[in-house]
Nanobody, 120 residues
Framework: QVQVVESGGGLVQPGGSLRLSCAAS????????MGWYRQAPGKERELVVS???????TYADSVKGRFTASRDNAKNALYLQMNSLKPEDTAVYYC??????????????WGRGTQVTVSS
């Protein structure tokens, strides 16, 4: 059974920090790319950062220098350290995991999301 679970969201003041975690599981599956996406009210879901299985990391321009993603392949986990948070970072943050079964095409799986609110 495939599972992707996010944690670590909450309310923080502008300039503050939060750390999000994503735990992925799926028997007999390997994990390729993992990523964080976010969706603000009235806006489309957008990529925040993605990390391939080899460690290649791609950040959205809006978070470069403020957010840092890391991945623990042994734990099938993805983390997002968010510093210098701004009100415009307010959104539901979703973890996306690309799974792969032997001899089958890869597929994406989404977590349910965790709310991040930046407000004074």
């Amino acid at each position: 059974q495939v599972q992707v679970v996010e944690s670590g969201g909450g309310l923080v003041q502008p300039g503050g920090s939060l750390r999000l975690s994503c735990a992925a599981s799926g028997s007999t599956l390997s994990i390729l790319t993992m990523g964080w996406y976010r969706q603000a009210p009235g806006k489309e879901r957008e990529l925040v950062v993605s990390i391939t299985s080899s460690g290649t990391t791609t950040y959205a321009d809006s978070v470069k220098g403020r957010f840092t993603a890391s991945r623990d392949n042994a734990k099938n986990a993805l983390y997002l350290q968010m510093n210098s948070l701004k009100p415009e970072d307010t959104a539901v943050y979703y973890c996306n995991v690309e799974f792969k079964r032997l001899s089958r095409p890869p597929f994406d799986y989404w977590g349910r999301g965790t709310q991040v609110t930046v407000s004074s």
